[in-house]
């Protein structure tokens, strides 16, 4: 088997071990921890017979194509650094698995519990072998999810949902930041190759981007490695299970951190601006988790404070920017997962037996459990630093580290302060810890009667231990030579010279290891009896907790803020959304307006035409006076709407446009009574219309909506001033002028382009029209008016009334003379208006009007007659059928458009001459004036269905009262 | 008929099958009987979308149509499909919820294939015209899509809303239609390009390009034209919500895409701030305003407002990298949401859909396939690596940092974080929380979503490739 596929095989096991794990029953507790054990044997077996293959000094490469497009590939990188912490990493994990046996109770999901635990080593190893940073950031964020699960895994406790939580938001924050920090130096460099990234440290270190860089990834590492400020996961994250706290929280999640601060060192690291932030946070996390572990009341809090700090040492070596700083690093990275995991582990089995794990219950345990306490007080000591044990070794080269001067300034004058007094720190909690739990009186009133676990569970913690000590005491033989290939690998050709012994004769480092044993055990003796009786945490800070914090800003965030936000800007009120869409075009328009420095180069008042200025006056008037009514008379403001409107088209007559004049007056009164029916069948107003009764609130937001609209016109205007006092290109109107009679053969241009140029669409429009036409008459057959609405409008009933009080009069005699004069001569106008939109239809080919023009002036007449004589009296005598106007109009269309196939042209091809008829003289006589008719006939049917419809709704209250015969369906 | 008609009809392939399959669609249901026709028609209407992409896909030709109004490229291939798939599988979904909610009416799949060509049209349109009336096509059915449950207020209230909305930003965009040929001359967007780059930059032509995105905008909900989109999300039955935050966002996103880099491409660095300016108020507002909802489906708004965000930082970028990045978020958003929607599909007791994100509490432990869906789609929503969620945002990431748009893109993850948390959340109440009742099975239709849409969620590491290479394809239409 070659070393690539060894490779493959040492990512891929776990996971697959994870598949297979998910799939036993959940009783089958033996069954699932050897095939765990298995697995994790395996990986160990595998990376051990990777190290000849590491051991030459160059790394094991494995690349498989993955998204070739984005330069990127699954690639698997194994150097000496890598193999180092794949070993600590299968190793303890393999340990833990065997130990997990005896922890868990068979009353819990072992299924789950394993398939988590092997996909987070999968995950872990993922992290250490990767040879892209793409892949590194995508195994890392598969560490927190997987962690989430594992904290969270007895899910009905509170504490664990909530450390659960906690720990994903802050590493998951950390990982995006991470991503983002990644992406900023594949931009640098150009490749996301971690070979690549480590060749150009120079080119990154002297990039713009640096700084972010640097920070972004800082932070990912800050979070996973729990550093100060982001270090309070950590201790909540102890509501997990003792065996994942043992693995994820000493030797692998926590020191992914570390792993990979140490990985980009050569990088990223040497500057001022790494100094600092590392150096800091480093310094910060040493001592304030030395100094919180010691006020601990449970053990695994004070071994997670304790974890802090430890990462928190070697985050300051790393940041020293000297090699020697970051081979102590590196050792204290292996030492620290030893020590640690043994202890961890340890306070699972004192956990396990006594039944807690509060410090100030528990006592005199070292009769009860000889074997596991004389196990914990070597770990113990060797976390305090005491010599002849492997902490004591790291210890001692940080200790050398930080007398030196590496970068001249006040963190840099403070380190070996900082150094002793975490150290004594140190050895008070290790202190603390044996002390409190092995010695003095035995509590009698502990859960369960403790007693030595059993031996397999034990093992795990003997094997570490052991490590411990013979590590402690013949470094350079025993791992001298890993530790080696693993500096080597990292630092390369800057790799200094250093010496793994126990005894380095009389130095400064050994005086400072000396202060701290003995003020450490000082200080314990003065706290001891504080400690016995403390409340949970460190005195002064206990309020001040990273977790409250934590929590008040995501509720204020989550909750507050959101809040906020969404009652600030989300309504669920039309009017504001509509409110805010104006708003927005408003300011959108008005940006480039103000960019430009546009000048809206009035004319001098010289050449305004008066009569011309006043018209239009008017027409400001009343459209600003139609905003203004909108919100008290509809029927007032649509008036001064069709002011608004006339104005326009007086307008259009004045610049010498009749034919557009003719067609926008036409639409003007036709659209206005259209909408006259309509505001029949509105609700009344709730509100009390009277302006002095408004609350002030009401009128303030009627202003407001005034004020909306006059500006929203006033920028129309604007902008409709600014596009066409600019010069514009030239056009396609000119195109139209030009052929306009020579190839459609009429002078009215706009008639000659709705029926020849743009045919086509002219026929897709009427349809449109049509569609439109029966979809309204279809919503409206079933139309039922609000009950508010059905009654008789106010006149009405004055006029019945009126009839009611006097003896000589009918009731309902007035409301049907109604308007006698105007009705009589608006019927005899009826057909008068016929004649007038034959006229224009006639003349549109040359003059203004045309069929639509002239549909519409058609639908004036039958508008006329509603008007004067009412719904009953017109739907009596109405003799159009509107459905067969409109299938007519079409059918002619096509018609017409299809008779240029017959001719070998294509559709719509139009042809013209002029016919002499008699009395009537010459008229045009273009094959488009068929189509003409065409849009005549659908135009009058469109118009006539829907006057009908709507016009129909004013006796549907009196179809109950059965006066009306006539019905709808009938009279279509 | 000449033979440029016919090569223009050739081309339009698709879309043919779509016009004319809607009209035989429509006389199908009338002349079915009323019990069968619903069914009938929604098998036919699947059909129909589906040998839609098949011609695509084996008969589709690059080329113009119709004078160069219309254009087919690979861009739209890839876009089409996105929109194909999409509503083939939101009617393929609605089966049960409209057997079972008495939604069972023919015109609901006719109306969707509707909606369907027009989207197609929006895809295709190479000029201002054929994008305006593709547009309308799609909206007018998808206005009466929301208000399609005549009985209940608030699908009334939705479909007003949109339309009233929706009919104020088309006339916008119909007046930047009108301002920007004012100016050029020209409606077909290479004409338009053309036209914009050889003359300097007109006060008139940022009026129009102004007006044009905002009337885009408001299709892809973006922020500030996003307030409809939780209502109508709300209100509108639950399918066609589905259908609304799928297919039309795809259409309206690439329409964006072709109008800005092949219209606009000589003004880009005009329509760059507004892009920039959008993707950041949306991936803001999104996120930060999903976290207080309690209807997934409002939730489900606020992300799909977030996620157009985050797809418009790739636009943003204005490059290659940039386009394929939008293309690819598209694509994986397209996914995700469909899976999430099968399961608010799936939320279905005894008495009816629910709606809410309590209801979801203790899935884990009642129907725990479901809640495995649920929690891989909301990972992947979160973006979070591995899933195909980290990728899209990875895509358009890349393209704003390497184009230089630092800013955006901080903020861009930023607004990535803060949408983790609500996502994590609905994972929090599946889990942890304890059940209050469990839902009635799931019905065999949206299995087969949830399976297909979870696997893709979970193996695009392994697809990503290919699917990468035409996402490139697709991106180089425009380079």
Redesign the interface.
Known sequence: MNSETMLMMLIALPFAGACLAALFPPNARNAETWAAALVTLGAVVLSASLFPAVATGTPVRLNI??????GLSFSLRMDGFAWLFSMLVTCIGFLVVIYSRYYMSPDDAIPRFYAFFLAFMGAMLGIILSGNL?LL??F???T??ISFMLI?YW?QKADA?DGA?MS??IT??GG??L??GV??I??IVGSYDLDAVLDSGDLIRSHP?YV?AICLVLLGAFTKSAQFPFHFWLPNAMAAPTPVSAFLHSATMVKAGVFLMARLWPVLGGTYEWFWLTGFAGAASLLLGAYFAIFQRDIKGLLAYSTISHLGLITLLLSLGSPLGAVAAIFHMMNHATFKASLFMAAGIIDHESGTRDMQKLGGLFKLMPYTATLAMVASAAMAGVPLLNGFLSKEMFFAEAIETHADSILDTAAPYVAVIASAFAVTYSIRFIHAVFFGERPADLPREPHEPPFLMRLPIQLLVLACLVIGIIPAITVGSFLHIAVVSVLGADTPAYSLAVWHGLTVPLGMSVIALIGGALLYVLLRHYLAHCEEGPPYFRRLKGQRIFERV?VF???R???L??AT????R?QQ??R???A??LV??A???YN?N?GLGLFELGQIDIPFALLWVIGIACAVGAAHQAKFHRLVALILLGGAGVVTCITFVWLSAPDLAVTQLLVEIVTAVLILLGLRWLPKRWEDTELGRAPISTKLRRGRDLLVAAVAGLGMTL?SY??MT?P?????SGFFLRKAYEEGGGRNVVNVILVDFRGFDTFGEITVLGIVALTVFALFRRFRPAPDTIESPEQQRIQAATDEERSDRITGQTVSDYLLVPSVIMQWLFPVIIVFAAYLFLRGHDLPGGGFAAGVAMSAAFILQYLAAGTVWVEDRLRILPVNWIGLGLLIAGCVGIGSWVFGY?FLTSYSQYIDLPVIGEIPAATAILFDLGVFSLVVGATVLMLIVFAHQSIRRLRAAKISTTTIEEVA | MTTALSTSLSLLGPELILAVGAVALLMIGVFSAEQRANRLVTGLSVAVLVAALLWMWFYGRDGYAFGGAIIQDAFGRFMKSLALIGSAVTLFMSVGFAKSERFDKFEFPVLIVLCTLGMMLMITANDMLGLYLGLELQSLAIYVLAAFNRDSLRSTEAGLKYFVLGALSSGMLLYGISLVYGYTGHTGFQEIALALNGSERQLGLVFGLVFVLAGLAFKISAVPFHMWTPDVYEGAPTPITAFMAAAPKMAAMALTVRVTMEAFAPIAPDWQQIIVFISIASMLLGSFAAIGQRNIKRLMAYSSIGHMGFALVGLAANSETGVRGVVLYMAIYLAMTLGTFAVILAMRRKEGNVENIDDLAGLSTTHPLMALVLTIMMFSLAGIPPLAGFWAKWYVFLAAINSGLYALSVIGVLASVVGAFYYLRLIKIMWFDEPVGSFVPVAGELRVVLAVSAAFTLLYVLIGGPLGNMAEAAAMSFF
């Open positions: 194509e993955w998204l070739p497009t984005l793409i950031v995508v890392w964020e598969l927190s999810i969270g899910y949902r939580r994903l938001t998951g924050v995006l930041g991503l983002a992406l900023l594949g931009h981007l972010p995501l965030v989550s909750w803020f959101a809040r936000v969404e800007l989300g309504t669920r039309m959304q509509l805010l869409l104006v927005v075009s959108a328009a940006i480039p307006f430009s546009f902008l600014a596009v600019r514009s290109p030239d056009t396609i294509p």
